[in-house]
């Protein structure tokens, strides 16, 4: 491999990989300067010209004239009667300049010295994309999808770098086939084995903040802001949202109209149900707002402890809840209290029929308590956790929930 080869094959490179001008000199710089020093022991007596455009590479070795019989060191010094015979004119203490052409230090270490600048341009490479979207973290990108595997897919940037989308930062309805386009959040950028892995994710409250952000020109100016958002990925989400300027109604600016604002980041996220809600620091309030669609008769809180007491007409508590306990579970975190619900009047039912906890308790479960004999609240309460595992094959955690949901139902 000589000299135009070696550097063409790098300007294409460099070409490829978006490295400029005076970065790729410097890397060209520096591995040649390593070899010399390698073969010679010290670079200070060589000059090194590279023109990368037109694939030139000088190597010139300067080395001083000494009378004969005085050298020492072949490498830094030539003797008076070889120095006249490339310049008649030349005198003892002078320099002499010799080049030197990249095929005279062999095959082997030419090979060697490709193999150090690809591996340097890799490592700045890595280095590039590592910075680049360490600055990018909580940015929305999209990419194309290269490759799909069980347990995360392989996601080409524009650049067509390798971003890796786990199955645990997909929102559990998404499916996705090679070649679609898919948008996420940057989560996190690790480093493996000194390379960088870009881990994007569309479950983080940060990707439904941007896509707000995208939807919502007031959110992008600064004059609505999101305060709080809590998400249960694919099912609900709950995003409490202020204005500053009395002007601007945020929830009715983030919906948009006819919801043709809101729609689009439902879309996005696979119809997950979102509620938009007025942020306010009285916490009976925010609770209440939070609660929705539900509406509230009183609340009762215990702010040393974190603890609402939430009380609510019978047809109201299932609403209060949600499908799955979401609306409930949202509503907690999204307030920074522990939430119990109450229905009115309850002190007075003697027993309730387990169909009236459909909305708390999944519809398998009571199916498989019944299959046992047992059709109401307190004919559950009357066995032991351990009888009712052994006998209905429940998990610990499903017989805890249900007990609790249960026992409230009784309590004053």
């Avoid at 799909?148 to 996705?176: A, C, H, M, T």
């Avoid at 100016?221 to 409490?240: C, H, M, Q, S, Y």
């Avoid at 009715?252 to 879309?267: L, S, Y």
Wanted: glycine share 6%; hydrophobic share 40%.
């Amino acid at each position: 491999m000589n000299a135009l080869e070696l550097i063409e094959s790098f300007a294409e490179f460099k070409e490829f990989k978006n490295i400029d001008r005076e970065t790729m000199m410097n890397i060209l710089q520096d591995v040649f300067r390593s070899m010399l020093k390698k073969k010679y022991g010290t670079d200070d007596h060589i000059d090194v010209i590279i023109n990368p455009d037109k694939g030139d590479v000088e190597i010139w070795i300067n080395r001083e004239i000494v009378p004969d019989g005085e050298v020492e060191d072949l490498n830094t010094e030539i003797a008076l009667s070889k120095a006249v015979q490339i310049e008649p004119d030349f005198e003892v203490g002078e320099e002499v300049a010799e080049e030197v052409k990249l095929g005279d230090f062999g095959r082997r270490n030419v090979l060697s010295l490709r193999q150090n600048l690809i591996s340097r341009i890799l490592e700045l490479e890595k280095d590039h994309i590592y910075k680049k979207y360490k600055e990018r973290i909580g940015d929305i990108i999209t990419g194309e999808v290269y490759q799909v595997w069980k347990r995360e897919i392989l996601v080409l940037d524009d650049e067509g770098n390798e971003l890796i989308l786990p199955k645990q930062e997909q929102i559990p309805s998404d499916y996705f086939k090679k070649g679609e386009q898919v948008r996420a959040v940057v989560a996190r950028v690790d480093l493996r084995n000194n390379s960088p892995v870009i881990v994007l994710s569309r479950t983080a409250t940060e990707f439904l903040e941007r896509l707000f952000e995208l939807e919502v020109p007031e959110v992008f100016d600064g004059l609505i802001t999101v305060k709080k958002i809590v998400r249960e990925p694919g099912e609900r989400a709950k995003v409490a949202v202020e204005s500053y300027d009395d002007r601007i109604d945020p929830v009715g600016a983030c919906v948009g109209m006819k919801g043709a604002r809101i729609h689009g980041i439902v879309r996005e996220l696979k119809n997950e149900n979102i509620d938009v809600i007025n942020f306010t620091n009285n916490d009976k309030l925010f609770i209440q707002r939070a609660l929705s669609p539900a509406k509230i008769t009183s609340i009762e809180l215990d702010e040393e402890n974190g603890r609402a007491d939430v009380y609510l007409k019978t047809d109201q508590v299932s609403l209060a809840i949600g499908k799955g306990g979401h609306n409930i579970k949202l509503a907690g975190r999204l307030t920074g209290y522990e939430i119990d619900v109450y229905r009115e009047g309850a002190e007075d039912i003697e027993d309730v029929d387990l169909e009236e906890f459909s909305d708390e308790i999944e519809a398998w479960v009571i199916a498989q308590l019944k299959a046992i004999g047992l059709d109401s609240a307190k004919s559950v309460l009357e066995l032991d956790m351990s009888e009712l595992i052994r006998r209905t094959d429940l998990e610990e955690e499903t017989v805890e929930d249900i007990m609790r949901i249960l026992k409230a139902e009784f309590e004053e």
